[in-house]
Nanobody, 114 residues
């Protein structure tokens, strides 16, 4: 059974940083592309960053230069380092992975105050 658990969210002031973690069980992250999404109230869920099994990364334009996705294969965990956070980054952040079907975690809330 695949399980994804996000953590690391919280309340931070504008300009601050957070590091999100997505820990997996039941699936080997290093063999799959892992994505971070976010969803603000009333908005659609948007792709934020991806890392594939070759460790190539991709970012949405609205986070380029501020967010960094990485993985720790030994821990079977993917991270999202978020710097220079702005109030518009406020959202629930989810990690997901596709392996026959798309699996999602429950998300972690990030709130950025101005």
């Amino acid at each position: 059974q695949v399980r994804l658990v996000e953590s690391g969210g919280g309340l931070v002031q504008a300009g601050g940083s957070l590091r999100l973690s997505c820990a997996a069980s039941g699936i080997i992250f290093s063999l799959n592309t892992v994505n971070w999404y976010r969803q603000a109230p009333g908005n659609q869920r948007d792709l934020v960053a991806s890392i594939n099994k070759g460790n190539s990364t991709g970012y949405a334009d609205f986070v380029k230069g501020r967010f960094t996705i990485s993985r720790d294969n030994a821990e079977n965990t993917v991270y999202l380092q978020m710097n220079s956070l702005q109030p518009e980054d406020t959202a629930v952040y989810y990690c997901s992975v596709y392996s026959g079907r798309t699996y999602w975690g429950r998300g972690t809330q990030v709130t950025v105050s101005s």
